[in-house]
């Protein structure tokens, strides 16, 4: 049962355009959502959060919008850089020690 | 200084061997976690560990056990190894506060690949 669903496995972007990554969740009791960005070879490191109480998170350049009605969370990238290239992974959790992960979507940053 | 470490980085190995992995946080957190990701890139938890004791241990063959002598450590020891264990298995940590965890720190993965 897959409980969080990135449906895009790849993204292209030019630099300088906004980069827009989805993530759909089927668990209700999801109050608190990660977004994770990973490196090849390295471990995910921590990006932006968002609880279920709100509805947008701003961190610099990095957005998350949270739509409880549909499921449905989204990360912004504006503007987006080739440094900004790597997997993501959208993860909740109803704060009981358990995230559950998507299986991540591969941005790629074009020059 | 890293925060969360995991060792080895790298591990090669037979069918029917025994292994470890071990995992190291100084950050101060009082829960420790081991994820595997697999050849399908699903993130998964295995086991989660607050302040020693084991409070989520997700339907994972009993060939691997988890230790966790104090709150900066969580081991993964895994028996008989088969096939389908080849994997990238990350240790994380986090931080509670009343009652509600906060976001995981990730070491940078152990690759097990069983031959």
């Known amino acids: 049962d897959q409980q969080v669903k990135q449906n895009s496995p790849s993204l292209s972007v030019q630099e300088g355009r906004i980069s827009i990554l989805n993530c759909d969740y089927t668990n209700s009791m999801f109050d608190y959502f990660l977004w994770y960005k990973k490196y090849p070879a390295e471990g995910p490191t921590f990006l932006i959060s968002?609880?279920?109480?709100?509805d947008k998170n701003e961190d610099g350049r990095f957005t998350v919008f949270l739509n409880k009605s549909a499921k449905h969370l989204s990360l912004h990238i504006v503007p987006s850089q080739p440094g900004d290239s790597a997997v993501y992974f959208c993860a909740g959790t109803s704060g009981t020690y358990k995230y559950i992960f998507g299986t991540g979507t591969r941005l790629k940053v074009l020059a | 200084d890293t925060a969360v470490s995991q060792t080895p980085k790298y591990l090669v190995t037979q069918m029917g061997n025994d292994k470890s992995i071990k995992c190291e946080q100084n950050l101060g957190h009082d829960t420790m976690y081991w994820y595997k990701q697999d050849s399908k890139k699903f993130l998964k938890i295995m086991f989660s560990?607050?302040?020693?004791?084991?409070?989520i241990n997700e339907t994972v063959p009993n060939r691997f056990s988890p230790k966790s002598p104090d709150k900066a450590h969580l081991n993964l020891h895994i028996n008989s190894l088969e096939l389908g264990d080849s994997a990238v298995y990350f240790c994380?940590?986090?931080?509670?506060?009343?009652?509600?965890?906060?976001?995981?720190?990730f070491g940078e993965g152990s690759r097990l690949t069983v031959l």
């Open positions: 994380a940590s986090s931080q509670t506060s009343g009652g509600i965890s906060g976001e995981l720190f």
């Open positions: 968002i609880s279920s109480i709100k």
């Open positions: 560990y607050n302040n020693k004791e084991l409070i």
